[in-house]
Every structure is written in structure tokens, then in C-alpha cells.
């Protein structure tokens, strides 16, 4: 089954450490790439998003995620993180021949200790 | 600039009613799309609307369906409510041309006894 797959469920940082969330589809065909943010007692925010185009995107808050075809992959990274990244972070993908969905991964919980 | 706004908040229900959700689209965008999302899972496609028009369904039953209003805003309807449909139900809506792109509301919990 064509499927979003997030390796991490739980992660734990101290403050100005390096984060990698890894995210994986297995569609062959054209997608569109997504990571969201939810932060505690909030709801689902677009991080950053890549259509096309340079497969390095950046998005807020210093986040960046690259895309690599070859692998399937759109890998979220954050060169030092903050106590404020504490949250739950979801890659989705839309497969365009597939009309207008989003399919999400399972998320991946971040704790980042003061 | 409003974003998308969801009622109720929160909502318990009997196993075998009928429950109305309803989202507000935020401003400026004309596509609706709900989710339901599980307890410690992703959110998964329900089905999106467009031009009062469904647009795309996901993996649901027919007793989860929608309505998409002249003003954006959108419903989701669901019959025969079963347990396991406790659930976040979330809406989102797109930029006219950009229906992949997706801003969510806070969403509605459904908790079914």
C-alpha cells in the first residue's frame, strides 16, 4: 500500500542540538511535499512545503527540508533547536495523479529539554 | 486575515446517532478538505469539496459525507455513528488553484460511547 513513513516516534534533544526527522513515501510518481508542526494545544501548521524546483526549501522558524527523489525522501532539519520546537511534526505528501489528498505520516513527537 | 475556524470544540455522542461537524474556511480560499485523525496517528483524508462539489474521497464509508456551501464554509455529516469514530475531525482549506495546499483548523473531538 502506498504509504508516508516517519522512523521516529519520539525524540529527545537538549537546547542547540541538531534535529533530523526522516520521512519516506513510496509513490513513484509526481508528489508534492509537506511537513507540519503541531505545537501543544495547538493545531496542524504548514512548515514548509516543496512543489518543484530547488529540492533544498526552507521554511519558518529555521526549519529546511530536502527532497531526494532517488530516495524517496523529505528529511526535516534544524540546526539547533530550541526549547520552543517542542512538538509533533507530520510529513505529508500529496501524489499528484491522485488528486488533491494528503497523506500523512504518523508523526514524530520532539521534546527539546531546557 | 481569519484563519479556519471549526465547531463544536469538543462533542460526545451515542453509538448510532447522527453527528454535523462544521469548518469555516479561511479567507480568501474556496476549497474545503476533512480529516479524521486518531489517537496518536496521522490525520487521514475524508473527502474534499469544491465548487459545492465533492472533490476526492478517501478510504470512508458513504455514512461520512459533506456539504460545501455558496459561502466556502463546509459540513461533515456522519450516520450511524460507530465507537470508532472517536476521533479529532479536522478542516482545511486551500488558495483557489492550490487545493494540495492545505491550512488546518483546531479541529472537533468526537468522542462516541
Known amino acids: 500500500a502506498q504509504s508516508v513513513s516517519q522512523h521516529n516516534h519520539h525524540v529527545i534533544l537538549s537546547e542547540a542540538a541538531s534535529l533530523e526527522l526522516g520521512c519516506n513515501y513510496s509513490?513513484?510518481?509526481?508528489?508534492?511535499l509537506f511537513w507540519y508542526v503541531q505545537y501543544p494545544g495547538q493545531h496542524l501548521q504548514l512548515l514548509l512545503k516543496y512543489f518543484s524546483g530547488d529540492p533544498l526549501v526552507k521554511g519558518i522558524k529555521g526549519f529546511e527540508a530536502e527532497f531526494i527523489k532517488s530516495k524517496f525522501s523529505f528529511n526535516l532539519r534544524k540546526p539547533s533547536v530550541q526549547w520552543s520546537d517542542t512538538a509533533e511534526y507530520f510529513c505529508?505528501?500529496?501524489?499528484?495523479?491522485?488528486?488533491?489528498?494528503?497523506?500523512f505520516g504518523g508523526g514524530t513527537r520532539v521534546l527539546v529539554k531546557p | 486575515e481569519t484563519g479556519v475556524t471549526q465547531s463544536p470544540t469538543h462533542l460526545i455522542k451515542t453509538r448510532g446517532q447522527q453527528v454535523t461537524l462544521r469548518c469555516s474556511s479561511q479567507?480568501?480560499?474556496?476549497?474545503v478538505s476533512w480529516y479524521q485523525q486518531a489517537l496518536g496517528q496521522g490525520p487521514q483524508f475524508i473527502f474534499q469539496y469544491y465548487r459545492e462539489e465533492e472533490n476526492g474521497r478517501g478510504n470512508f464509508p458513504p455514512r461520512f459525507s459533506g456539504l460545501q456551501f455558496p459561502n466556502y464554509s463546509s459540513e461533515l455529516n456522519v450516520n450511524a455513528l460507530e465507537l470508532d469514530d472517536s476521533a479529532l475531525y479536522l478542516c482545511?482549506?486551500?488558495?483557489?488553484?492550490?487545493?494540495?495546499?492545505?491550512?488546518f483548523g483546531p479541529g472537533t473531538r468526537l468522542t462516541v460511547t
Open positions: 482545511a482549506s486551500s488558495p483557489p488553484g492550490i487545493t494540495y495546499e492545505q491550512y
Open positions: 479567507s480568501g480560499h474556496n476549497t
Open positions: 509513490y513513484g510518481g509526481t508528489v508534492n
Open positions: 505529508a505528501v500529496n501524489e499528484i495523479a491522485a488528486g488533491n489528498k494528503l497523506t
